[in-house]
Each structure stands twice: as C-alpha cells, then as structure tokens.
C-alpha cells in the first residue's frame, strides 16, 4: 500500500511533466573477520597488500574456501528484508581484465542468488510511506583498489579490499524522486546495522549504491535507464537522481534519446558524465565457478539464524508507539539507529521503574543529540549513560529540580561532572529547586517591591509577566520552581 | 558454425591476447576447425537434461570465520615484475 | 647393486629399509642418469642439491629405523605442481622466472612421506597436450627408438630439432620419459583429458588418474578445474599405488577435494579379481580402428576372464560426444583460469604503454599457439549470444556421460575395459601442424572418464608389431581405486613387466 503524494514528485519540464524511475543496486560490505574465500583480515586500512593471501593475490594453484560467517549474514539480511531464501544457490564467474581483479574474475552470483524477492517499508513521514520491492540480494567478492594519482605514468595496485565479502541487494525500479531513493538507502542501512550484517559506514566505502534511473511521461512505458555508478553518500545519491533526471529530461525535451550507458556522479560539477566509451560493451562471460559447488543451506540452519534475528526497525518502532505511547514521528528518530533505541529503553527502565517515556525521548532527541552532534558523536557515545539520563528524568518528575535546572545539570554531566550521579551533583551545588510556598511569596514580594511602576503597568500589559518571572528566577538563583513563581506573580499582581 | 575476422578480433580482445593483423585469417582458419569438429554435439537430443554442476556428490565445504591468512606481503610481492612501496605497479589505467 | 635405477619403487623401498642402499647412493644414481639423459628434455629443472640434502635427512631417519612410505625414494615432479622456492611455469613462458613461495598439497604430501625430489620434469604448456609439443622448453624425447631408428640416427636427432624422435605422449610427457628411462622411480603427473593415460600407454608406463576429487588440486597450475586431477606415473601398478597413496587424500584448501579417508591402495595389488564383471564397452569400438589394439584389447578381456573375471559386453551410448563436449567445456574453464596470467603480480611483463597494451603483449608474448587457441576458443563458447548453444549443451551432454558409467555400474559392473589409446606413439612433428583437431583425437579413449570424474587407469599390455609399447584402460567406479589396482595387477601379471628401453641417448 503506497500512501506516495503520487503527483508531488513528478517533475515539471518545459514540454510537461516527467516521472523519474529509480532503481538502486546497493553494495553492502559483509560484516565479517576474514574475506569471503579467504582467511586473510577484512580490518579498513592497513599497509597497502598486508590483508593478502595468496589466494587473493590469484598465485598459481590457489583456490576458493567459503567463510560460513558470509553465508550467514547474507542469510540473516535476506530474512530481515522480508525475502526468499533460496536454500540452493550457486556461485558464477565475472570475466573481465582490471589490475584491481587479480583473478580476472570476480566469483559472483548470477543466475540463482542466495536470496530472492522481497520489500521494505520506507517511511518519509508519518503520512507518506512507500514499498520498494526487493529483486534479490546475492554474495560476491569485492576488488582492490588502483590508485591512479601516484604517479604520472604508473597506477598502484592494493590487494587488500580484494576478495572481501560483499551482499549486492538490487531493488525494483520502485522509487520515483530523489528523496525516496535517500529515504530508502537510509533504510536499507539502518537494516542492515540493526542485524549487524554490515556497518553502514559510507566513508569508509562499506556501502555504496549503484542509481539506474530513466524518465518518462506519466503512464508511459519505461524510458531508457542510465547508471550511475559508486555513489558513496546518500547526499550525493540524491544530487545524483536529480541531475541525472534533469539531463535524460531536456535531452528528451530537444527530441533526443537516451543512451543507454553507465555515467559516474561528478559532485564537484553537480552532474552526471559519461564513463570512457569502451569499444564492447562488457562481455562478462558468466559460468558457474568450477571450484566451488553448488552452496546448499539446512532448513534447520536457516531456521536457528530466523531466531536469533534482533527486533528490527519496523517492529520496534510498532512497539515503541503501542507500549511506549510514542508518536509516529518520535518512535522512527529513536529507531533509526539500534544502538539509541536501546538507549531510549535502557534509560527508560533503568532501576526497574518506568518512566515518562515522552520526557526520556525528548531529551534524547533533544539536548542530548545536540552534545552529541557537537561531539561528532553517536548519542550513546556521546559521553552520557542511560543511568544518568534516567537519574535526570527522575530529578524532574520528583520536582526536586526544574526542566530549566536539568538542563543546566546535563551541562555539568559533560563538562565538570563527567560521570557523575546527577543526585550528587544537583545535592553538592545546591541546585533543588525552591518548591517552599514561604521562600517564593518573600522573592516575589521582593520584586515587586523594588519594582513598583512595572507592577502598576502590568495591570496594562499582562505580557511583562514573563520579565517578572526572569526577575524573580535570578533573584533566586534559578532555583525557584518557575511555575509556582508565575502562579504567585499573577496572584500578587492580580493578573 | 564458423566464425568471420571481425569475430576473431572481438574474442581476441575479450581475451586480452594481442593478435597481429597477419596472424588474425589463420587463427581464424583454427577456430572454425575446431568449431567444425564440435558441431556435432548440435544434433545431440538434450531436453530435460540438467547440465553437470558437480561430479562428485559432495557439499560445499564452509570454513570458520578466522583470520588465518594475511600478513604475508614479501611473499605476495615476492614474484612481481614491478613492485614500490609495497604496491604492485601497472602502466597507468586510463579511466 | 649393479644399478639402483631399474629397480621399481617399492624394489628400492624395501632396499632402502634394510639399509642395504642409501637414499644417497641411490639419489646420486639417478642425477647421473638424468644428466647423461640431458638431451631427452625430460626435466626442465634438475634439483640436486636439494636432492642430496634430502636424500641425507631420509638417510639419518632410515638409520633411526623411522621413516615414511616413500622415505629417500627419489621421484620427478610435473612443472605444473607448485615446489617452494623452485621453478614452476607449467613449461609456459608466461610464468617466466615463477618461483613460488608455497608448496602444492600433493608434493608436500610426498615430502611428508620422505621422497626426495629430482627435479621438475617437462610437459605441455598449461597441461594443453598430448605429444609435449607445445611445451616452451621444446619437445621431449620418448626413450623409445622409432621403429628401424639405430641408435646413431636416434642421437643425431636428439642433438638437432628431434624430428621423428617419439613423443612420449602428453601432456605429462616428462614425467612418462623419465618414468620410462628410468630417471626417476616414480612421477607426479596430471590428467584433464588423458594427460597421464596416454603418456602411460605411449611409454610402457603406469599410470592412474584417480576419482576427480581424491587428489587436492591446490597448488596445481589450474586448466580446467572440473576436469584437472593428480595421478603417478610409475613403472608397475604396485609403484603406482604406493605413490597415490601417498599424492591422494582430504585437503581443506580444495572445496573439491573430497573428505573421505583414502585406501590402502598397494593392499588392492594382488587382490584376487575373482568374481569382478569387466565391462566392454561396444561405442568404444571405433570404425578403421588400428587391428593390433583392437586384437590387444581382445587379449586384455580374456587375461581377466583367465584371472576369473566375467567379461559382458555394455553399451556407452553417448561416448563420441565425449571428445567435442571436453573441447568446449576444458578450453572455456581454461579461458578463465588462465586470466591471472596478465604480467601484473608475476611472470612475464613486456614493455607497454598503458595497461591494456600491458596484458595483450604479454599474453601474445607468454603463451604459446595450442594455448593461444584454446583460450580463443574457450572465450568464444562463453561469451554472449554463445553460452547455451556451445557451453551449456556440452555440459548437459556432460551430464548423459555420466549416466551412460551409472546405468553400466549400476548393472553390477565393477570396471570398463578399453584401450588407451588410437595408436602407438608418433613422431614429434608428425602430428597436428596443418590441423590441430589431428592431435586432439589422441585423447578419444580417455577424455569420456576425466568428463565422468571416474578413475581410469592404464597398464601396459604388450608391443605393437613395430615393437612400441600399447596400453590398455581399465575405468572404475568413483572412489574405487582399489579395484583398478587389482584388476591391473592381473593384467601385468598376464602380459607380463614391459622390458623398458636400454639407453641409448649417451
């Protein structure tokens, strides 16, 4: 059930409007300690040709061993996409010349992938959700890396990245604007880091995405695609979409095709250029790999992996709205990383007690988001434990200490007080809020003493309540609950 | 089923062998012998017949997830043609 | 001990146990014969220090009274096997210089058990071959005189192009010499389409191709790997066994080597075959075949049937696909096997402007025509448009091969008798220069078993009327070495020990 703006996202050239079809074929590095075929190290960095076997570097003689660990995570990824394990695959080669491919071939899956259909659920917004259909998932071997820019006539070539695992998932052509396919990409990641299957980090180049994309009038046929390769961050996916969109549509527009070819993302430029022209297209010559057999998975194997699959995003995000009473909007935040959710729990019910799940939430979305985004930090590394934040939350809702106090107290926890026990902190400074019906009457009686023409004219203008309040705030420290002190103003200014 | 000079450049080039203009009509003449020789197998009545995958029943043997290779860049280097730095070097890669 | 070198294998093991000959002794016996040989091509590498120093270290174990199977037995190694350290270019000038830093599974297992190595022996290039023709390092003389040679004709050759000289089949054509000129005790060899059958037969040698899947292939130069197995060469079937005993078993490394213990094989040699059905195969039974192997493989059934074997009469219906099928399915393998071999990590590199000029000189350069050939043809059956009609078909008829050997051994055939080979041994240079299929035909009787995956062995059965060694192969059921063993041991003992060439190369 797609609830998409359907009208919303065409675009409006100068002939008409135009519809963009996305498809996006998203490299996953496999979360795994050793390569594919290999037992050499997967570890990001590394002297260059250090995480190498002789296997990788294709010697003589060498063949193919798989890592079960691979199989596995694809397994648990496929399950998590809601899609068909395909308990028979097979594994083929890619034939082609590069100096990063040591084999020549790169040991791939063509014909029957490991894993079949499926779909994710893509939430824009709590009123705009979309399905983009799963074509496949399969395992492969990633290559090395050339370097081209050391030197002006010779390219230097690192093995380490060669044979490690990679799950390629395919979507259908399902998305139709550039923030879709982000949206889905976003998605996509948070999955596969809530199975722990792939970590996601675009930087480092574990996950990058591969955009076919091709327009065409509304209700017609599907235009020509263009792909566009390596896109590295889901930023430039989306820059990418749209200039490529914006070309396929004012060349259309001119009364010109498209070629079908494959394009890389100039980011610089904010536009799409075309891959040097190669006299064949690529000839890839696919056939099963003869040095490995058919991989045949136990129903029971499959079956124990469902198991122990963690709550994924979806579901949590059900739950946080009907157990936790959070809305749409708060549940998706807090779920789109696995680590904060549990966070979000942790704090929650820590000590064995529940507390305000909308006041925990907040202050997660809120002020400690913000440290931690100065920080470049994820929230639960941010520097503040569950415990403390629960401490916090607790602080507030015993009225012991004001909204305005805490977040003075979040200050101190990651600056002086790093680690500390919020009690102590708000016990050793002083900082209870002054709840005493006496000690407030006397602040207030204080002010409006002192101020007597501001008194008069806020009979007028009820809106100098608010300074009166800031007065009686900093006469008492910021201590003072403020609304029992708005409450006491009002009365004793007859407001 | 034989195969034109065009053809024989093409494949020769998937293959990465460098043919020389004169020597590409007699490699030429080679392959279509060889082709003529398996034309044969064209009338061979094959419906339903699935092709070999394996000639042994065996299952695919799966290793533990370990390091236990690696690390071993003199010996990976130990036979290159040119190496610096601990890369191998190649005659640039025009993209 | 008049010469250590025509004792067989396990004539010098017993030797060496009782100390009455030294692995020194007998080592130092074999590098003079090898040098006196030099002109036959049979080795490409001599190792004798190596050889000596291993043949010390075996010494010492031997005095200890310890020792392995093959402990100081010295044996030649095929250049396709990778020996640390030592030269391995699977006689290719693509892998020129190659020295690995690793050891092949099976050569490793033949140092475990104590053999000492020889040195690495000449073959085809990259296994592609059946005279070691194509082999960079020149052609191999078999120690065999052409028929009405005299030895004088015989050395002028070997000294020139060795024209008319017999090729001792290949492509294990060193390994099949030196076995058969006594240059070793034994030889690894290997087998993709006939590579150890035909040399055997082609020199009075032994040799096995086991199941595909017995022996570990890693550290072999891959050819085709649905195809490519490990086997000895040696001068008895009891030689044969002691030596894949030792070569064969589970490899880790190998997802296609099977994790099933081996035999003891030399325990089969002597079996009684009593009992065995011997299948005869009637597709086998070629028009215009040559009468004397057709009456050869005639006696061999009736030595086994003397031996108390049943002899029936089975049908192979889908054997003369078997050769075209192997000249699509080996060559496209091949294509993609020998990709690495692009003058980036090791080998050969030519001077070249850019990377593409790096891999399409060097590849010109490195390989030789019938490799050449082979690729071309190997790329052009997968590429686009040419997958199922070429590539896909052959394996499906792949598939009717192997159920042909089903069906036969479901009926309660233990092994198939054939002959090993068309012909004799042929003269180099006789075959293949106008028509490259000319040579491939070689291979006829034997490419139906490496496509089955079957273990075939040949033996020796008797001489031609020119007086050249013929063969003949018995095919087994997978796994099922042991009965080969002994239904080549009954043959030998009927036709008798093949009386192998004096020299007459020195």
Redesign the interface.
């Known amino acids: 059930m797609t609830t998409e703006p359907a009208n919303a996202n065409l675009i409006a050239g100068a002939t008409g409007d135009w519809e963009v079809i996305v498809g996006l074929e998203v490299h996953a590095q496999v979360a795994?300690?050793?390569k594919l075929f290999?037992?050499?190290?997967t570890a990001f960095g590394g002297?260059?040709?250090?995480?190498?076997?002789?296997?990788?570097?294709?010697?003589?003689?060498?063949?193919?061993?798989?890592?079960?660990?691979?199989?596995a995570q694809a397994i648990r990824t496929g399950l998590g996409l809601k899609a068909k394990i395909n308990h028979r695959s097979?594994f083929d080669?890619k034939?082609y010349?590069?100096?990063d491919l040591?084999?020549?071939?790169q040991i791939s899956q063509y014909k029957s992938p490991i894993v079949g259909e499926g779909e994710i659920q893509v939430d824009l917004s709590p009123t705009y959700s979309i399905k983009v259909g799963i074509e496949r998932l399969h395992l492969e071997q990633d290559a090395g890396k050339?370097?081209?820019d050391?030197?002006?006539?010779?390219?230097?070539?690192?093995?380490n990245r060669s044979g490690v695992a990679l799950m390629e998932i395919v979507s259908k052509p399902d998305m139709r604007s550039a923030d879709e396919a982000k949206a889905y990409v976003s998605k996509l990641r948070t999955i596969l880091r809530y199975i722990g299957s792939c970590d996601g980090d675009m930087e480092k180049g574990s996950l990058r995405a591969d955009i076919n994309v091709s327009v065409r009038r509304p209700g017609a046929p599907l235009g020509t695609r263009c792909e566009i390769k390596n896109v590295n961050s889901i930023r430039f996916i989306g820059q990418a979409i749209e200039a490529e969109a914006r070309r396929q549509i004012a060349i259309l527009e001119d009364g010109g095709v498209i070629d079908q070819e494959t394009r890389l993302f100039d980011a610089a430029r904010g536009e799409t250029r075309s891959?040097?022209s190669k006299?064949?297209a690529h000839?890839y010559?696919?056939?099963?790999d003869?040095?490995?057999?058919?991989?045949?998975l136990d129903p029971e194997w499959v079956d124990a992996l469902a198991a122990y699959l963690p709550e994924l995003p979806d579901a949590k995000k059900a739950r946080f709205i009907a157990d936790h009473g959070l809305t749409a909007y708060d549940a998706s935040v807090l779920v789109a990383e696995k680590e904060t959710a549990d966070f979000f729990e942790s704090a929650l019910n820590h000590g064995g007690t529940k507390r305000d799940p909308k006041a925990v939430a907040n202050w997660i979305m809120g002020d400690l988001s913000a440290y931690a985004n100065a920080r470049n930090a994820p929230i639960v590394d941010a520097g503040l434990s569950a415990a403390q934040l629960a401490a916090l939350v607790d602080l507030i809702g015993e009225g012991v200490i004001s909204g305005k106090i805490a977040k003075d107290v979040l200050g101190l926890l990651f600056g002086e007080e790093k680690g500390a026990d919020p009690r102590a902190v708000v016990e050793k400074r002083g900082l209870r809020q002054v709840t005493d019906a006496g000690a407030i009457d006397a602040a207030v009686d204080a002010v409006i003493a002192a101020n007597g023409d501001k008194a008069e004219q806020a009979k007028t203008k009820p809106g100098m309540l608010g300074w009166f309040v800031g007065q009686v705030m900093k006469a008492t420290g910021g201590k003072a609950n403020p609304q029992a002190v708005s409450e006491t103003l009002k009365r004793k200014l007859g407001l | 089923m034989s195969i034109d000079l065009a053809a024989v450049r093409r494949i020769a080039h998937l293959a990465r062998i460098g043919v020389s203009e004169a020597e590409t009509p007699h490699l030429q003449a080679e392959i279509n012998a060889i082709l003529r020789f398996v034309e044969a197998l064209e009338a061979v009545d094959v419906e339903g017949v699935e092709p070999m995958t394996s000639v042994t029943p065996m299952r695919l043997p799966m290793r533990e997830d370990a390091v236990t290779d690696g690390e071993i860049r003199d010996k990976v280097l130990a036979n290159a043609p040119l190496s610096e730095d601990g890369f191998f070097l190649v005659p640039k890669v025009i993209e | 001990m008049a010469d250590p070198t025509s004792l067989t294998l396990a004539e010098a093991r017993d030797r060496l146990k009782s100390r009455a000959l030294s692995s020194v002794e007998l080592t130092r016996a074999h590098l003079a014969a090898m040098e006196r040989a030099k002109s036959l091509n049979a080795y490409v590498v001599m190792t004798p220090d190596k050889a000596l120093q291993m043949a010390r270290a075996s010494d010492e174990r031997l005095a200890r009274g310890e020792g392995g199977p093959l402990e100081g037995l010295p044996v030649g190694v095929k250049d396709l096997y990778a020996t640390e350290g030592v030269h391995t270019q699977a006689c290719s000038h693509i892998l020129h210089g190659f020295k690995p830093t690793y050891e092949s599974t099976v050569t490793a297992n033949l140092w475990r058990d104590g053999a000492v190595m020889l040195g690495k022996l000449n073959m085809d290039e990259f296994a592609m071959g059946s005279s070691n023709e194509t082999s960079y390092y020149g052609p191999v003389a078999s120690p065999w005189l052409p028929p009405n040679w005299s030895r004088e004709k015989a050395r002028a050759a070997l000294a020139g192009n060795k024209r008319g000289l017999l090729t001792p089949g290949g492509s294990s054509g060193g390994s099949a010499a030196a076995v058969a000129a006594r240059l070793c005790l034994a030889a690894t060899a290997s087998d993709t389409g006939g590579s150890i059958r035909q040399p055997a037969a082609f020199t009075g040698a032994v040799g096995i191709k086991p199941t595909y899947g017995r022996c570990s292939r890693w550290g072999m130069v891959a050819f085709a790997s649905s195809l490519d197995q490990a086997g000895p060469l040696a001068r008895t079937v009891r030689d044969a066994a002691i030596m894949l005993r030792s070569m064969a078993g589970p490899d880790v490394k190998d997802s296609t080597c099977s994790p099933e213990p081996t035999a003891d094989y030399e325990a089969a040699v002597g079996r009684s075959v009593k009992g065995l059905t011997i299948g005869v195969p009637k597709e086998y039974r070629l028009d215009g075949m040559n009468p004397e192997i057709e009456a050869l493989w005639s006696k061999g059934a009736e030595w086994l049937h003397d031996a108390g074997a049943k002899i029936v009469e089975v049908s192979l219906p889908n054997t003369k696909h078997a050769l075209p099928a192997y000249y699509i399915v080996a060559p496209a393998e091949a294509s993609s096997n020998l990709a690495r071999y692009d003058g980036v990590r090791y080998g050969l590199r030519e001077p070249s402007s850019d990377i593409v000029d790096l891999y399409e000189k060097t590849r010109a350069r490195g390989f030789g025509a019938e490799v050449r050939r082979r690729l071309m043809i190997g790329t052009y059956v997968l590429s686009a448009g040419y997958y199922d009609a070429y590539y896909l078909r052959a394996q499906k008829i792949r598939t009717l091969i192997k159920r042909d050997f089903e069906r036969v051994f479901a009926d309660g055939v233990d092994a198939i008798l054939t002959p090993a080979t068309p012909s004799a041994a042929f003269g180099v240079g006789e075959k293949g220069s106008d028509d490259p299929v000319e040579m491939y035909l070689n291979d006829i009787f034997t490419v139906t078993v490496n496509m089955a995956g079957l273990p075939g062995l040949v033996a020796p059965a008797g001489l031609s009327n020119e007086g050249l060694p013929l063969g003949l192969q018995l095919i087994g059921r997978p796994f099922d070495e042991e009965t080969l063993f002994s239904l080549g041991e009954a043959m030998e003992q009927a036709a008798g020990r093949m009386r192998l060439p004096d020299p007459w190369w020195a």
């Open positions: 795994s300690r050793s290999s037992g050499a190290s002297e260059p040709n250090t995480h190498v076997s002789l296997i990788d570097a294709a010697m003589p003689g060498m063949l193919p061993v798989i890592n079960r660990e691979c199989v097979t080669r034939n010349f590069y100096p040591p084999q020549g071939y050339s370097l081209h050391q030197s002006p006539t010779m390219s230097f070539v690192d093995l891959m040097r006299e064949e000839d010559r696919y056939f099963p003869p040095d490995l057999l058919p991989l045949e």
